[in-house]
């Protein structure tokens, strides 16, 4: 039996009936995300590393001389905190990209499209669920590195919530275009290892642009061109309840880039049981 549904009524939802559909997808991110602490864990263990030792053991060699958004000098674990944060962000937007891709191998995916509502509001309200679970971990790094020492103003916890929402969301939806143009799950490791670890080191989010400069013109202005700096300076200046313009533009327009492409980019019939189902040839 052929069940047919009335597509001519898909753009006729309700404001109440999309946000059903909003909370029934970030339900079950969290619960999947309850079932997979360890995610949680593993998600700090690489910034506070960073913080703990690297900071540390280059506090001395790496000077940060007075630049916005800071008044002052400030320690080398102070400035690279913002570039952790991006750092946890990336690596969810990256982690939740995978999960979209085993969803698709395994038809996951193609369950939930099979949903009347319009394929950009499924995978924009996926992406914000992935971008809710990044925030809460930023937070959560924030609250130990309060015992290091890194105190920013009290208002910055509360005037960075929107950047963490915006960079999470850039950062989420480049994944999720990654995602969608790659055919297998075996190939994702590869890629994603090939896009963070360049995002991560050729931006600002370890060394101040102008200390890149000094040592490679050409370094510098890929720096400049890389999303992930300005991802990383809009935390930096939130946390100190400042705007950083250039920056906020850069995110929100890559953000629409990243997320128009993988809509358009996203074939969940792309997968291991449509491979399998289909005859050879």
């Not at 630049?67 to 962000?89: D, F, K």
């Given at each position: 039996?052929?069940?047919?549904?009335?597509?001519?009524?898909?753009?006729?939802?309700?404001?109440?009936?999309?946000?059903?559909?909003?909370?029934?997808?970030?339900?079950?991110?969290?619960?999947?995300?309850?079932?997979?602490?360890?995610?949680?864990?593993?998600?700090?263990?690489?910034?506070?590393?960073?913080?703990?030792?690297?900071?540390?053991?280059?506090?001395?060699?790496?000077?940060?001389?007075?630049?916005?958004?800071?008044?002052?000098?400030?320690?080398?674990?102070?400035?690279?905190?913002?570039?952790?944060?991006?750092?946890?962000?990336?690596?969810?937007?990256?982690?939740?990209?995978?999960?979209?891709?085993?969803?698709?191998?395994?038809?996951?995916?193609?369950?939930?499209?099979?949903s009347p509502f319009p394929r950009w509001w499924l995978l924009t309200s996926k992406l914000l669920a992935g971008t809710l679970v990044s925030v809460l971990q930023a937070y959560a790094f924030l609250l130990i590195a309060w015992f290091w020492?890194?105190?920013?103003?009290?208002?910055?916890?509360?005037?960075?919530?929107?950047?963490?929402?915006?960079?999470?969301?850039?950062?989420?939806?480049?994944?999720?275009?990654?995602?969608?143009?790659?055919?297998?799950?075996?190939?994702?490791?590869?890629?994603?290892?090939?896009?963070?670890?360049?995002?991560?080191?050729?931006?600002?989010?370890?060394?101040?642009?102008?200390?890149?400069?000094?040592?490679?013109?050409?370094?510098?202005?890929?720096?400049?061109?890389?999303?992930?700096?300005?991802?990383?300076?809009?935390?930096?200046?939130?946390?100190?309840?400042?705007?950083?313009?250039?920056?906020?533009a850069v995110v929100v327009g890559c953000t629409i880039a990243f997320l128009f492409g993988a809509i358009l980019a996203y074939d969940p019939a792309r997968g291991f049981l449509a491979r399998r189902n289909t005859p050879a040839g």
């Amino acid at each position: 039996m052929t069940t047919t549904v009335d597509v001519t009524d898909k753009h006729n939802f309700t404001l109440a009936q999309y946000f059903i559909c909003l909370r029934g997808i970030v339900w079950r991110e969290a619960l999947r995300f309850i079932h997979q602490r360890e995610r949680f864990v593993s998600a700090l263990v690489r910034p506070l590393v960073w913080l703990f030792i690297f900071a540390a053991g280059f506090r001395q060699v790496l000077g940060v001389s007075i630049i916005p958004p800071y008044e002052t000098y400030v320690l080398y674990e102070v400035y690279i905190a913002p570039g952790l944060i991006a750092m946890i962000q990336l690596f969810n937007g990256m982690q939740s990209s995978l999960t979209m891709v085993y969803d698709r191998e395994t038809g996951g995916m193609r369950t939930l499209l099979v949903s009347p509502f319009p394929r950009w509001w499924l995978l924009t309200s996926k992406l914000l669920a992935g971008t809710l679970v990044s925030v809460l971990q930023a937070y959560a790094f924030l609250l130990i590195a309060w015992f290091w020492e890194i105190e920013p103003p009290p208002l910055g916890y509360l005037a960075l919530l929107p950047a963490l929402l915006l960079s999470g969301f850039m950062l989420g939806a480049l994944g999720m275009l990654i995602s969608s143009l790659i055919k297998q799950l075996e190939n994702f490791a590869g890629v994603m290892n090939f896009v963070i670890f360049p995002m991560f080191f050729a931006s600002s989010a370890l060394y101040p642009l102008w200390r890149v400069k000094e040592s490679s013109p050409l370094l510098y202005y890929v720096c400049e061109l890389n999303p992930f700096t300005h991802a990383t300076e809009l935390i930096r200046f939130a946390l100190y309840e400042q705007v950083a313009w250039v920056s906020l533009a850069v995110v929100v327009g890559c953000t629409i880039a990243f997320l128009f492409g993988a809509i358009l980019a996203y074939d969940p019939a792309r997968g291991f049981l449509a491979r399998r189902n289909t005859p050879a040839g």
